[in-house]
């Protein structure tokens, strides 16, 4: 068995010359949620669609399940499922015929599987209200549960959040994880909403302009992603003299504000405000915090001239 449910190798696609995707080599390994990150055109629908079958590549190659041949590709996708391209929702019908059609495609035996799914992602208690009437949440909602049906072992979801209210959002989330942790299903999601990825995935891939720029794991994000002591004191120049003086080690930075940021060290910061406050100084602001996945991302594409 693979390690690996999907890996591209120099995948590249043109449209009338323009490269959406430029030898990009990306892989995802079996039993993560990797969070896909870029811009608007920056290519990972193009990249989600030709792997789910939806588009073709110009050059290069995929490799889903360990299987790279294209009777094998075509074999392992029934293991996907996928938001990518929004099933087309029956207006007249309610969420379980909806689902029903989808069953009967599908060709899924077990008609238990509708309430089992439809219970999975809230919609369970839509009655005969028709789909045609539902939110926007809603209809996200019933296109989760359809990609859901037949238990895939590959989630693909592109941009899942769109028209999710907050409290949703964090249903959606727990469901993720529940759904990744219990049952062993790895996920590929795209959002605009990076603070979400940052508590949901467990593996990135920041993509700009057609090009991977970088993978990496949680682990290393939070390596880059510096936590550091938030101070705002009434003198920060003389702050930075007792730091200097007193804290061994000391890595600091004095914004343009007068804000100081205090990377190392943070581990006792109640010692270090007992410390400024001896000191004579008047401690405003003193809050341990760290940069987010914002600001790496936006960091990570301004150094390609952005």
């Known amino acids: ?17 323009h490269n959406a995707l430029d030898h990009v080599d990306l892989s995802i390994r079996r039993g993560s949620i990797y969070g896909f990150i870029g811009q608007n055109g920056a290519g990972k629908s193009t990249l989600m669609r030709i792997v789910t079958g939806l588009a073709f590549p110009t050059s290069g190659s995929i490799e889903l399940f360990g ?16 938001t990518i391209e929004s099933p087309a929702l029956f207006p007249f019908m309610t969420a379980y015929e909806n689902m029903e059609v989808q069953r009967l495609q ?12 439809l219970a999975m992602v809230g919609l369970q208690e839509t009655g005969r209200k028709l789909a045609g009437d539902f939110s926007l949440g809603m209809k996200q ?21 769109n028209g999710l209210d907050p409290m949703s959002v964090v249903e959606l989330r727990g469901l993720l994880k529940r759904l990744n942790r219990e049952s062993g299903i790895t996920i590929l999601i795209s959002s605009h909403i990076l603070s979400e990825l940052h508590l949901l995935a467990t593996h990135y891939g920041i993509i700009h302009q057609g090009k991977l720029l970088e993978q990496l794991t949680l682990k290393e994000l939070s390596g880059k992603c ?21 804290l061994e080690g000391a890595e600091f930075k004095v914004m343009p504000d007068g ?13 270090i405000s ?13 809050t341990p915090t760290g940069e987010h996945l914002e600001s790496y991302f936006v960091q990570r594409i301004a150094g390609c001239g952005a």
């Open 259 to 271: 804000i100081i940021r205090l990377f190392n060290p943070v581990e006792h910061p109640g010692k």
């Open 106 to 117: 599908k060709g899924i035996r077990d008609k238990e599987a509708i309430e089992e799914t």
């Open 226 to 246: 510096r936590q550091y002591l938030h101070i705002k004191v009434d003198d920060s120049g003389r702050a930075a003299e007792v730091m200097r003086r007193e």
């Open 141 to 161: 909602r019933l296109d989760l549960a359809i990609a859901l049906l037949g238990q895939p072992e590959f989630l693909i979801l592109d941009e899942p959040t």
């Open 67 to 82: 299987k790279s041949g294209a009777q094998e590709i075509m074999g392992a996708r029934s293991r996907i499922g996928t």
């Open 274 to 286: 007992s410390m400024l406050a001896a000191s004579g100084l008047e401690i405003e602001q003193f």
């Open 1 to 17: 068995m693979s390690d690996y449910v999907l890996r591209t190798n120099q995948l590249s696609k043109e449209y009338g010359g």
